[in-house]
């Protein structure tokens, strides 16, 4: 079986700062919201093109930084991650945090 891991990226920081070669903006609390909803959507795309989503072993949320997200955000995507992945298959979950 081959083990998967997914990468999802929060483009949002507070200040951009000038080592950093991510996409990243300053984005407002409405732009980040939006933001959520649509990777939301992605997932639900990647699950009805038949994903494997079972296999998934790995899951990293960097950025930007992720911290940015204010709790009903990352609550809202970490619900929809854990709708579509196995959490008993998860070794390694990591939030990038600044």
Do not use: A
Not at 6 to 17: E, G, K, L, R, V
Not at 50 to 59: A, L, M, Q, R, Y
Not at 84 to 92: F, G, L, P, T
């Amino acid at each position: 079986m081959e083990n998967l891991g997914i990468y999802i990226h929060i483009p949002f920081c507070s200040n951009i700062c000038s080592y950093c070669d991510f996409v990243k903006r300053v984005s407002t609390k409405e732009n980040i919201k939006e933001y959520i909803d649509v990777l939301i959507k992605e997932i639900d795309l990647y699950k009805e093109e038949s994903f494997e989503f079972d296999k998934i072993e790995t899951i990293y949320i960097g950025g930007g930084t992720p911290s940015i997200l204010d709790v009903e955000c990352f609550e809202k995507l970490l619900n929809k991650i854990f709708q579509v992945v196995d959490k008993n298959n998860i070794q390694e979950f990591t939030v990038e945090f600044n």
